[in-house]
């Protein structure tokens, strides 16, 4: 059973930093695409970033581009998030999900919502003063 558990979320101020992690059992993250979604209140999810399978190519949306970097660790089985230069409007409840298909042979991804299928539970990320 694919399980992902993410963690690593606060309470920061606007300027700081936060790493997420997002550990996978049940299969090997390597050859899954993975990404990260967040939710604020009473908005939709929305991407954010996510990683390709074997190569780990990699993708962010506009909003975060420059401050946030995904990378994965093969070797502990997990992807983070790494939160730089964090603004007010980056409080949200962040999520890891994948799709659930292996690619074996690399691949690229997609920050589309509806192409995942398993998520964590998440993790609340606040920022402010």
């Known amino acids: 059973q694919l399980q992902l558990v993410e963690s690593g979320g606060g309470l920061v101020q606007p300027g700081g930093s936060l790493r997420l992690s997002c550990v996978a059992s049940?299969?090997?993250?390597?050859?899954?695409?993975i990404g990260w979604f967040r939710q604020a209140p009473g908005k939709e999810r929305e991407g954010v970033s996510c990683i390709g399978s074997t190569g780990g190519r990699t993708d962010y949306a506009d909003s975060v581009r420059g401050r946030f970097t995904i990378s994965r660790d093969n070797a502990k089985n997990t992807v983070y998030l790494q939160m730089n230069s964090l603004k007010l409007e980056d409080t949200a409840v962040y999520y890891c999900?994948?799709?659930?298909?292996?690619?074996?042979?690399?691949?690229?991804?997609?920050?589309?919502?509806?192409?995942?299928?398993?998520w964590g539970q998440g993790t609340q990320v606040t920022v402010s003063s």
């Open positions: 049940g299969f090997n993250l390597t050859d899954f695409v």
């Open positions: 999900a994948t799709e659930g298909v292996a690619y074996y042979s690399g691949s690229g991804c997609s920050t589309n919502r509806r192409r995942y299928t398993y």
